[in-house]
């Protein structure tokens, strides 16, 4: 896999006091563990059951703390990540992966620049589409009806996550997915289709088209966090059906069925424009979390840069957030363990 260096970008914008005291106090914990390495992000309890992938121990081919394009062969097509490895990083240490797919017509490195995810003690990879049908030559993702045609995301995802961890440590437990809007709309079809591979999704702002994808039937319940605008001009939060988008809480209210959820979901204030809906009680413990934005656009929450159209909350970070639902989240033992050595 070929490498071409990019500049590190810090994107860590820490808004709030009380989390930042906890998250210091949980990386005093961690080095009195022995386990220095992890990165001023909370980085949750001490996993159980670590799967470890075959590259550790590997060589990375780039320093900790930087950002790398990197390419593959997937399809028999060239294609590119945007590699993120976290400060401290270290081949002895099993690492979670966060994948980011962009939404149309962006690129990894433009979410990677408003998305504060490179803050995460994860390896995020930043995914690259192929250019689509349509106006411009905008990259593009399976699932969308203006998506490349032939061309297999859904095998690309599992060539990058095979060579991510054959040259990096990866805890094969903990993958998880997000993105950006027509990005987004494809971990929804990861989540179906990869329940094996991909521990939980976070989808922002949605398209949820699911052109060719009709059905969901995952192997197992997937946690799912979602974030979106209610006043997104874009893809609406009450769907449009002229273009095969369904509402967003009948999406998330999808999901919780699926999961077996308690039907009746908390409902919490949690800022002046922002109210969270969480379903519990859910099958394996996959929670579903609804963060909606009031009067939110097309836009990532706590955005770093321009994310899109519209109103961007402020009042939470979506990176926090998401980080703090998907951290304890793992992979069952039966499907982790097919590829990589428990420890």
């Known amino acids: 896999m070929s490498t071409t260096t990019a500049p590190h970008r810090h994107h860590a914008r820490l808004r709030h006091p009380a989390r930042l005291g906890a998250a210091l106090l949980a990386a005093v914990a961690l080095a009195a563990s022995g386990l220095a390495g992890a990165t001023t992000a909370a980085a949750g309890p001490a996993p159980a059951g670590v799967v ?14 930087t950002s790398v394009l990197r390419t593959l062969v997937s399809g028999g097509r060239e294609r590119t990540v945007q590699l993120h490895l976290p400060d401290g990083y270290r ?15 962006n690129t990894g490195a433009g979410t990677e620049a408003f998305s504060g995810l490179d803050a995460l003690p994860a390896i995020v990879a930043y995914g690259n589409g192929v250019v689509g049908t349509g106006d411009g030559d905008r990259q593009a993702w399976e699932g969308a009806p203006y998506s490349a045609p032939g061309v297999d995301d859904v095998a690309y995802t599992n060539d990058l996550l095979d060579t991510l961890e054959s040259g990096l440590c990866v805890d094969t437990r903990r993958v998880y997915a997000t993105g950006k809007s027509n990005g987004a709309g494809f971990t ?25 994808h009709p059905t969901c039937a995952p192997e197992r319940p997937v946690p799912v966090i979602d974030f979106h605008g209610t006043d997104d001009a874009t893809i609406p939060y009450d769907g449009d059906a002229g273009r095969g988008l369904p509402a967003i809480p009948v999406w998330v209210d999808g999901w919780a069925a699926r999961n077996g959820c308690d039907p009746r979901p908390d409902v919490e204030e949690t800022a002046s424009d922002v109210t969270t809906t969480r379903w519990t009680g859910c099958r394996a413990g996959a929670e579903v979390t609804h963060v909606a934005v009031l009067g939110g656009g097309h836009t990532w929450p706590g955005e770093d840069s321009y994310s899109g159209g519209g109103y961007a909350t402020h009042s939470i970070e979506a990176h926090e957030v998401m980080w703090e639902f998907l951290r304890d989240e793992r992979l069952p033992l039966r499907s982790a363990g097919a590829t990589g050595v428990a420890s």
């Open 52 to 65: 470890r992938s075959a590259g550790c121990g590997a060589d990375p081919g780039q320093a900790p703390g």
């Open 188 to 212: 929804g079809i990861l989540a179906c289709e990869l329940s094996h591979r991909i521990t939980a999704i976070a989808p922002v702002a949605a398209a949820l088209y699911g052109t060719g």
């Open 91 to 105: 081949s002895d240490r099993a690492w979670p992966v966060v994948l980011v797919f962009h939404g149309r017509g």
